[in-house]
């Protein structure tokens, strides 16, 4: 089966050496950007960068769109698909109604649609385990979702049916466990090259509270620290270190008070 | 050498087991709560319950003080020590000097005093491995200060000197990196339960966050999502969907804030 990707991205960089490597044909790469098209067929055996979103002549079932959710409908209203194709989006927040209405205002082929959403960070230079990536799939029609099934299994060893509902929830979970954990991460590192200090440090702290997580049934209830004590004498006077960095402040003073306000109701 | 303890909480739990399997003699525990200090003594071979603060017939060379710090100067104002012996708190956020100043208000006799901070997370049923867990000295006297290093790489194969402000901003920077992401995953964990998900499902994206934020010299270049992408649309939808919950949508909007603050400077 040949599948084309729309959108050369960190998802697709990685989703689509994934399906090669299960043996499917990757056809062509479409991107705005046609130098990140050019390397991604680098990696990929036969693939060819495709210039321009007329697809009419394509072989393949499946399309790839892996675009930013802002640039979902600018891509549809340009795009042009051979009839019967499969239109697949890879977002963790886009709705499968969504996508279906985009399809149905531009599209005059019978185009059906699906969801296929790797619940993963990606990032080109890192490489990924696919097999342990739960991949959500989603679709109204039933041969595609087998289909989807069937591409997700070759993949991964982890694959779910969930609604858009339920996608939306997991991926705004997502934001909370990884995309802010992050961020606290980087503003962790940042005050100890402040003070000279090694990240590194941390790190046997950051495993241990992260395997501390991964164990318990409840979470809040394996909190440690300042707030979880509700301990105002070291609270205040970490407040007071970061006077000058009114971000870092806000953030401290959020996290704390919900903290706070968890152990005391 | 003998040792006693002040305090039978997570880090007196730890700390005590582990200078005894390096053969160090664990004499006396004392808590407040004399339930805790018995059910830590039956964890040691030969420890006793310690009933009040008065160590004056002890044998103990060094005392471990491991209470929490708002607890320190009613515990000193209560202690008495035989002369000559070593006072150790094991906090990250009190000051060698503060120590000292409560020992010298309260305390008769000549007791010198450093610090002995193991840069970790403790609870009472999480076994933790030692050896890898950094640990931080500081003394004014060098005698004390070299007993401590002595004491600290029986126990650990990473020992740091570390001045009481760099203490403070590695404390700070572990509040940060461990107790607020232990929070964002806890509100992960809610937000999957309250919508029957199970928060398994986010493991393998937390741990790639994680891998790639230590092989990074600087985390924030590897963020990703909403934020990063300063994605307007699925912010706003996001935050929407937390309006029942004003503790989650203050957390979300500070460090949205600053990861897009940190995009566009």
Known sequence: MKISFIGAGNVAWHLSQALETANYDIETVYSRNPSNARALTQQLYNAQVHRGLDFLDSNSEIFFLCVSDDAMEEVIRNLSLP?????????????????????????????????????????????????????????????????????????????YAVNSEERKSIHLAAVYACNFTNHLWGIAQDLMKKNDL??????????????????????????????????????????????????????????TEDIIDKNTI
Chains 1, 2 share one sequence.
């Open 83 to 159: 009839s019967g194709a499969i239109l697949v989006h890879t977002s963790g927040s886009k709705t499968l109604n969504e996508l279906q209405e985009l399809v149905d205002v531009y599209l005059d082929e019978t185009i059906r649609t699906g969801v296929f959403y790797p619940l993963q960070t990606f990032t080109k230079m890192f490489h990924v385990n696919f097999s342990e990536i739960p991949i959500c799939l989603e679709s109204s029609n039933l041969d595609v979702e087998n289909l989807l099934i069937t591409l997700a299994q070759s993949i991964s060893d982890v694959t």
């Open 198 to 255: 090694e990240f590194k440090l941390l790190e046997p702290l950051i495993k241990e509270t992260l395997r501390k997580a991964l164990e318990s049934e409840d979470i809040f209830a394996v909190q440690t620290g300042p707030a979880r004590r509700n301990d105002q004498k070291i609270i205040q006077r970490q407040i007071g270190a970061l006077k000058n960095n009114t971000g870092y402040k806000k953030i401290y003073e959020s996290i």
